[in-house]
């Protein structure tokens, strides 16, 4: 009798516990933070000298500010626009962002890539008003979207591009440089687009969907940074890690290599746990993120 009691009552505790954890997969993808973080210095080839200033001192004299967001998922993103484009002028406000960049995946039903274009077309607008530039790339889950209807989006994308900006910070040129993602299917490594003939700059920043992509950097890829979403950080993480070793079939994911910040192949490389959630509107223990980003020049 007394051991009936004893099991009922910790089968219900274990029960409540469930229940509690599945109502706050629903709730975590409503919690919005912010990941600052200033990056390592780094020199791996994909500048060529455009900081004279700091030339042979190896002291960075200025830094590019980076805001990254990535994996909207749109329908099951509930960060709406306003409250991203609050964050935006917040930072902005505090140093002014030399660029804020999209990282992919609009979208996870294509058809339905109107609604990503609608919210990304909401930031693009306040960007506009704050005078900040707005770049992008797709993700894996854009490559069904038809280039002409990306085209009408109000965003820059890097395709295969390379661009000059200088810093606020220090008046230094770098290049943004993007590649766009070939899918899963018949995976293809972009080459990463080169300098323009000429351009002097201090540090080439690569936009690449997918991490992995430092893994199958060819001799002629030079780039110093490379900024990246698309692993969710696992989004609903498990005792086991099965969500790396079953579901996903990245290879980072698999070297322990799921979030944040860190040097491979003499790059630094920079992934953020985006901001939407794909297949379930859920999230465990990893929380939406947006990154802004000190990259020293
Ligand atoms: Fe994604």
Redesign the pocket.
């Known amino acids: 009798m007394f051991g009936n009691i004893i099991i009922d009552t910790v089968l219900t505790i274990i029960l409540a516990l469930g229940v509690i954890l599945l109502i706050w997969t629903f709730v975590e993808p409503h919690i919005l933070t912010v990941r600052r973080e200033v990056l390592p210095p780094v020199d791996g080839n994909g500048g060529n000298g455009g900081n004279e200033c700091a030339a042979g001192t190896g002291v960075p004299r200025g830094s590019a500010r980076i805001f990254f967001f990535s994996?909207l998922?749109a329908e099951f993103c509930f960060i709406s626009p306003a409250r991203l484009i609050a964050v935006i002028e917040k930072e902005h406000k505090a140093r002014p962002l030399d660029a804020v960049v999209f990282g992919g995946?609009i979208i996870n039903n294509p058809l339905k890539h109107e609604k990503g274009k609608d919210y990304l077309s909401k930031v693009a607008e306040a960007l506009k008003r704050l005078g900040i530039p707005f770049y992008g790339v797709t993700?894996n889950?854009d490559v069904m979207i038809p280039a002409s209807e990306l085209e009408g989006y109000d965003i820059r994308w890097l395709h295969g591009d390379c661009t000059i900006l200088e810093s606020k910070d220090g008046s230094i040129p770098f290049a943004l440089a993007g590649v766009r993602d070939s899918g899963r299917e018949c995976r293809v490594w972009y080459d990463v687009p080169a300098l323009p003939e000429g351009q002097a700059v201090s540090r080439k920043i690569l936009i690449a969907h997918n991490p992995d992509v430092v893994l199958h950097m060819k001799d002629t890829d030079t780039c110093d940074y490379i900024i990246s979403?698309?692993i969710?950080r696992g989004q609903i993480r498990t005792p086991f890690g099965i969500e790396f070793t079953v579901l996903r079939k990245d290879d980072l994911p698999r070297q322990k290599v799921i979030t944040g910040t860190h040097i491979i192949n003499g790059k630094c490389l920079h992934i953020s746990d985006?901001i939407g959630c794909?297949r379930l509107p859920m999230r465990f223990l990893c929380l939406p993120q947006v990154s802004v980003l000190d990259i020293p020049l």
Request: proline share 0%; hydrophobic share 10%; aromatic share 0%.
């Open positions: 994996d998922h995946d993700g889950h979403g698309h969710h985006g794909v």
